[in-house]
């Protein structure tokens, strides 16, 4: 199994909502990341977990809220978005967390997220 | 602080052309790695391939190759005899070594918006 998987595909709310992101890999990786994408950009990188600890928070708005329940699952919280938070947004998985080989991410195909 | 940079934002060809995207990247690490991702209309990036600073051999998979040279700092990537479902944005990143294990961040470049006309 190669493959990270995202659900939901898609997903509308409303700025008073709560909804969860999930992210499944089964390939043994020990670094998982959350990435936000607007359109025509490149993925900007939110959260990083190795070994399912916290390892990096670019700065993200508290509205958005990770959580690695285990190595292979990875849940991104969100409550009271804003209409600019609406974006594809990006799990991905690597073997190593580090600077190493093997440290390539592969991407789930992404949920694209519309707040209204 | 690490930069990637593609020059070329959009690119245009027909069927069957070959076609060459840019890649240049900065940082002041020894070690270091570079990617290529394609990113269809689908939204999922598919990983192309990596290659370490300290490995310049050039590579060819098929219609894809790479050419890496650290002298002038570039990673390039040329399909040949472009097909319609190489249609995609097509991304360069760098992510520096450490020991550590601390950073572990891709910087992206801003993206090659590929259109291969039938």
């Known amino acids: 199994d190669t493959e990270v998987t995202q659900t939901p595909k898609h997903l509308v709310m409303g700025m008073t909502n709560k909804k969860s992101l999930k992210c499944e890999q089964h390939m043994g990786h020990r670094a998982m990341y959350w990435y936000k994408q607007k359109a025509k950009k490149p993925p900007e990188l939110m959260f990083v977990y190795s070994y399912e600890k916290l390892s990096i928070n670019e700065s993200v708005p508290s509205r958005f809220s990770p959580e690695c329940p285990n190595s292979s699952l990875l849940n991104l919280h969100l409550h009271a978005l804003q209409p600019e938070d609406s974006a594809l947004y990006l799990c991905a998985s690597s073997q190593t967390p580090s600077g190493s080989s093997y440290n390539e991410q592969f991407f789930g195909p992404g949920t694209r997220l519309t707040v209204l | 602080a690490q930069k990637v940079t593609q020059a070329q934002t959009e690119i245009s060809v027909v069927e069957k052309e070959d076609v060459t995207l840019d890649c240049v990247y900065e940082t002041r690490d020894t070690t270091y790695y570079l990617f290529w991702y394609k990113q269809p209309p689908s939204g999922e990036l598919v990983f192309l391939i990596r290659?370490?600073?300290?490995?310049?051999q050039n590579e060819i998979s098929g219609r894809y190759s790479w050419n890496f040279q650290k002298s002038t700092s570039s990673f390039n990537f040329t399909i040949t005899a472009s097909q319609v479902v190489d249609s995609a944005v097509y991304f360069c990143a760098l992510s520096e070594g450490s020991i550590t294990g601390a950073n572990s961040k891709l910087t992206f470049g801003k993206g090659i918006t590929l259109s291969v006309r039938p």
């Open positions: 290659r370490n600073s300290f490995d310049e």
